[in-house]
């Protein structure tokens, strides 16, 4: 089992620019998750999806939008990319309402100019 | 408004010491409470956690404490180790564990 993958693993982009991050999880979990991490800030949550067919908003959700693919996947795109977009991009996973350990990727280094 | 807090951004211990890494939060509400650590280039990978209704979960060398009446939590390593060096994140969970708010991280660094 490969766990939670995530593609690219770094991706440098002009501000206006738009891409998509994408992930995914072989581990038949429900819900899948998207935070972005930035120094001394921790990890906030971006957008999440407590199960295939629904997302909701995270702490942190402007300037982002989210697809729920099917069970495995779960994309986050940004629009029109803007330097302070410039973080570490996570995706999680976990198992369902009654569990609360979240697995995560490894992770997507964004650079915006 | 940070509602995790992890107030010492670094800590410095001798090998074979005792860790001692800490978590403050505010929201009553939180009613589970999990410590991530993370090594660089790497995503956090889970440790050890702890329900609201207990004060204290041991798992090997790693325990977790739960004050509730000051909102504090500690996680304690014995024996310390140089390979347990990394960045712990604590964080805590409400609605219905969907959402995890995260502190903002601890560098531990375990000297030979």
């Known amino acids: 089992n490969a766990g939670v993958t995530q593609t690219p693993k770094f991706q440098v982009l002009k501000t206006g620019q738009s891409m998509t991050l994408q992930c995914a999880q072989d581990?038949?979990?429900?819900?899948m998750y998207w935070y972005r991490q930035d120094p001394g800030m921790g990890l906030r949550l971006i957008y999440y999806?407590?199960?295939?067919?629904?997302?909701d908003k995270g702490e942190v959700p402007n300037g982002y939008n989210v697809s729920r693919l099917n069970k495995r996947e779960f994309s986050l795109r940004l629009e029109s990319a803007a330097p302070s977009q410039t973080s570490v991009y996570f995706c999680?996973?976990?198992?369902?309402?009654?569990?609360?350990?979240?697995?995560f990727g490894p992770g997507t280094r964004l650079t915006v100019t | 408004d940070q509602q995790v807090k992890q107030n010492s951004p670094s800590l410095s211990v001798q090998e074979g010491r005792i860790s001692i890494l800490n978590c403050d939060y505010t929201?009553?509400?939180?009613?589970?409470f999990l410590w991530y650590k993370k090594y660089p280039a790497e995503g956090p990978t889970f440790l050890i956690s702890i329900s609201s209704i207990k004060d204290k979960n041991e798992d090997g060398r790693f325990t977790v404490f739960l004050n509730k009446s000051a909102k504090h939590l500690s996680l304690h390593i014995v024996p310390s180790q140089p390979g347990d060096s990394a960045v712990y994140f604590c964080a805590a969970s409400h609605n219905a564990g969907n959402m995890l708010t995260f502190g903002g991280g601890t560098r531990l660094m375990v000297k030979p």
């Open positions: 929201n009553s509400m939180f009613d589970y």
């Open positions: 999680a996973s976990k198992k369902g309402p009654s569990s609360y350990e979240q697995y």
């Open positions: 581990m038949n979990h429900n819900s």
């Open positions: 999806s407590a199960s295939e067919g629904t997302t």
